[in-house]
C-alpha cells in the first residue's frame, strides 16, 4: 500500500460537548481530486483543522504510515502534510519569489535560509512555473488578484514537499477564468498527490471533482463521483430541504444528473 493514502477512521472533534465532526471514515487515494462538500457548518473546515493538528480529535487520520490524531502541527507538516486557509495568508510587502524562497526555508531551516544566495532554489522555480506565477516572480504579493494570491498560498503549500495539500474554499470570489485556471492548477497537483478540496462551488466542484464526499451535521451523508452524490436524495434533501425534491429545483443546486 502506497504511504500517500490519507485513512480516517471514526475521526471525531467535540468543541465543549458539541460534535462538530462526528466519526467520520473517509479515505482519499494519491492522485485522486476529492471535493468535501456540505451546507455550512457541517464540519468541514473542523475535519480539515484536525487532520493538520490545529484542533484535538480523537479516531485516527492514518497518513504516511502515523497517524496525525495527537501530533503537534509543525510534525504534521513535516510529514507532508499541508493546507490553505479561506483567506490568502501571503506576505503582501514581499515579492512572489520571496514568499515561496521564505516558505521553503521554514522546511530547509533558518541556517540555509541565512546564506546569501544569488540564484532561487530550484523548488521555487519549479513552483512558481507550477502555480503559473513565473513572469510575476519579482511582483510584490500585495499587488496580485485575489486568485494570483491563492495560487501563490498552494506554492508556499508545494514548497514545503506536502504530499498531501487540503485546500479550504480555493475559489472563493474568484471570476470564472481564474475558477478555470484554479481546476487546471488543481488537477496537475492531484496527478501526483493527494488533494482534499473543500468548496461551496457546486460549478467547480462538478467540473474538477474526481471523487466527493458529503458531510452534513459533521457525520458523512454520502461519497462516490459527482453524477452519484448528485443523484442521492439524501444530498439532494440537506441541500434544498425534504419537501422540495422537483427534478428542476435540484438540478439548480446541484446540477444535471440530481
Ligand atoms: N472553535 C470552535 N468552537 C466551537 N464551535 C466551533 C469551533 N469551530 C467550529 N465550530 C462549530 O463547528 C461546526 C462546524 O464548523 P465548520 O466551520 O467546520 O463547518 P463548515 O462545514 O466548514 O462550514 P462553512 O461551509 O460555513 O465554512 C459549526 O457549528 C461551528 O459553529
Given at each position: ?5 490519507l485513512e ?127 513572469d510575476l ?122
Amino acid at each position: 500500500m502506497n504511504a500517500d493514502y490519507l485513512e480516517l477512521t471514526n475521526l471525531t472533534v467535540s468543541f465543549d460537548g458539541f460534535v462538530a465532526v462526528d466519526r467520520v471514515n473517509m479515505s482519499v487515494l494519491p492522485g485522486d481530486l476529492r471535493f468535501l462538500i456540505g451546507p455550512n457548518g457541517a464540519g468541514k473546515t473542523t475535519l480539515i483543522d484536525a487532520v493538520s493538528g490545529l484542533v484535538p480529535a480523537t479516531g485516527t487520520a492514518r497518513w504516511a504510515g502515523e497517524n496525525l490524531v495527537g501530533r503537534k502541527v509543525h510534525r504534521i507538516a513535516r510529514l507532508g502534510v499541508g493546507r490553505t486557509f479561506q483567506t490568502a495568508t501571503v506576505f503582501e510587502e514581499l515579492t512572489v519569489a520571496q514568499n515561496l524562497d521564505i516558505a521553503a526555508g521554514a522546511r530547509r531551516g533558518l541556517l540555509t535560509l541565512a546564506r546569501r544566495r544569488t540564484s532561487l532554489p530550484e523548488v521555487v522555480v519549479k513552483a512558481m512555473e507550477t502555480i503559473g506565477l513565473t513572469d510575476l516572480a519579482d511582483a510584490l504579493a500585495g499587488t496580485l488578484s485575489h486568485g494570483q494570491k491563492q495560487w501563490l498560498e498552494i506554492g508556499m503549500v508545494l514548497v514545503q514537499d506536502a504530499r498531501l495539500i487540503m485546500l479550504d474554499e480555493p475559489v472563493a470570489g474568484m471570476s470564472a477564468e481564474e475558477k478555470d485556471e484554479t481546476g487546471r492548477l488543481l488537477q496537475r497537483i492531484a496527478a501526483d498527490l493527494t488533494v482534499v478540496v473543500v468548496e461551496h462551488d457546486m460549478d467547480f466542484m462538478r467540473a474538477f471533482a474526481t471523487s466527493v464526499t458529503v458531510l452534513h451535521a459533521g457525520k458523512v451523508l454520502a461519497e462516490g463521483s459527482v453524477a452519484q452524490v448528485q443523484a442521492d436524495p439524501r444530498v439532494q434533501e440537506v441541500y434544498l430541504g425534504p419537501g422540495e425534491h422537483s427534478k428542476a429545483v435540484a438540478e439548480a443546486v446541484l446540477g444535471e444528473g440530481a
